[in-house]
């Protein structure tokens, strides 16, 4: 009996999805949106947490790929290069996001041990190897989304979505120092969030 055939458009080359951009192609542009753009929206849902959004954020996105591929020089991959595009489109969108649900950071750092100037409690593990585990990664993202929003972003920019310091100033427009800074009470409010969690209780 005649094998079914596989009617799945193949993925096309880097190289060639590169050059039918540059092209103006619509099959390019088609394969771009196969290839990578349930991939671009996750990255733009992390960022903006809102579906809409992170539509609107895709879309700004692909637009400016139209507009600047041909000035892609591949000094980068392309799917790092759309990385940065679509980062760039979500961070913009939450200028007009109402946040929500949001608690003051300073309500949320850790308390200190008086004398040894640090908190007084421990995590067996970091936050970051948490959220590699399915049974906690939802407890994890419930505790992200609390977070004010410039300390919210930085740890989907640092801890998640891989930027360095430099890099995540870069994208924010500020400086490594007050990256540093906020990135550091970040953290030390997200483990604070996610101490039951750690101590076996449900949050």
């Known amino acids: ?11 096309m080359s880097e190289a ?53 591929i041909r000035t892609f020089e591949a000094r980068s991959s392309l799917k790092t290069w759309l990385h940065r595009l679509v980062v760039n489109s979500a961070l913009m969108r939450l200028r007009v996001i109402e946040r929500k649900g949001e608690v003051s950071i300073d309500e949320l750092d850790p308390p200190m041990d008086e004398e040894r100037d640090e908190p007084t409690w421990r995590f067996a593990e970091s936050v970051e190897a948490a959220l590699t585990r399915d049974s906690v990664r939802a407890a994890v993202t419930r505790a992200i989304d609390q977070l004010p929003e ?7 920019l640092r801890d998640i979505e891989g930027y360095d310091t430099r890099e995540a100033a870069e ?8 990256v540093k800074v906020r990135l550091h009470r970040a953290r030390g409010a997200l483990k604070r969030l996610l101490e039951p969690l750690y101590r076996g209780e449900a949050l």
């Open 1 to 11: 009996m005649d094998q079914p055939l596989n009617t799945a458009p193949a993925a």
């Open 150 to 156: 410039q300390y919210r972003i930085l740890i989907v």
């Open 16 to 68: 060639a999805l590169i050059d039918g951009l540059k092209r103006g192609e619509d099959a390019a542009f088609a394969a771009l949106l196969r290839q990578h753009g349930n991939y671009l929206y996750r990255v733009a849902l992390r960022i903006t947490r809102n579906e809409t959004e992170a539509g609107e954020a895709l879309q700004e996105a692909l637009i400016g790929t139209f507009r600047s």
């Open 171 to 178: 994208l924010l427009g500020d400086t490594e120092g007050n």
